[in-house]
């Protein structure tokens, strides 16, 4: 089993920064890509942005140029430095782990979330 502790969410203001944080434990063999997912209220969840060990990324269209993924293998951990806020951004987003997790269903172990609000 894998457990996902999330922390970095919180409210901005547009234009501004925040860096999410999400340190997986558990079984390293069961942790390969990293990434997070968001929902916004009557939205469905979207993938923003994915890493693999090797160091490969996939971003969401809408975040591209202003979000970073990165991640620490040692510490089992998965950053995303989100630049230029919009409120467009706001959501809960949700650290996602799996052998893959580019679609919904590959997702195999979810962190509870963390609320990121950006007011206008």
């Known amino acids: 089993q894998v457990q996902l502790v999330e922390s970095g969410g919180g409210l901005v203001q547009a234009g501004g920064s925040l860096r999410l944080s999400c340190a997986a434990s558990?079984?390293?063999?069961?942790?390969?890509?990293m990434g997070w997912y968001r929902q916004a209220p009557g939205k469905q969840r979207e993938l923003v942005a994915a890493?693999?060990?090797?160091?490969?990324?996939n971003y969401a269209d809408s975040v591209k140029g202003r979000f970073t993924i990165s991640r620490d293998n040692a510490k089992n951990t998965v950053y995303l430095q989100m630049n230029n806020l919009k409120p467009e951004d706001t959501a809960v987003y949700y650290c996602?782990?799996?052998?893959?997790?580019?679609?919904?269903?590959?997702?195999?172990?979810w962190g509870q979330g963390t609320q990121v609000t950006v007011s206008s």
């Open positions: 558990g079984s390293i063999f069961a942790i390969n890509a």
């Open positions: 996602a782990v799996g052998r893959t997790i580019v679609v919904l269903p590959e997702v195999r172990y």
């Open positions: 890493i693999t060990r090797g160091g490969s990324t």
